[in-house]
């Protein structure tokens, strides 16, 4: 299966702005599933998981999004 065009132009701009972290990261969710060939569906966004926290902080800062710590998120 080929990846969604529309899906590219985030994911390599994630990929250029990851490159500069200092720990590993990973697209998680649909959007790696999507990367692996599977169907995921419409992708609506590309989740990011970062070892170093302060990784995440700068890319967020980069795009004015912020962080959820993994003790805020809550089962539905």
């Known amino acids: 299966m080929a990846l969604d065009p529309a899906l590219t132009a985030p994911l390599a701009a994630v990929a250029a702005a990851a490159s500069e972290a200092a720990g590993h ?4 969710g649909s959007a790696a599933a999507a990367l692996h060939g599977a169907e995921a569906g ?11 926290p302060g990784d995440a902080r700068r890319m967020l800062a980069g795009w004015g999004g912020r962080a ?6 809550r089962p539905l």
């Open 25 to 28: 990261w990973w697209v998680i």
């Open 42 to 52: 419409l992708v609506g966004d590309v989740d990011l998981l970062f070892a170093e």
């Open 68 to 73: 959820v710590p993994i003790g805020d998120v």
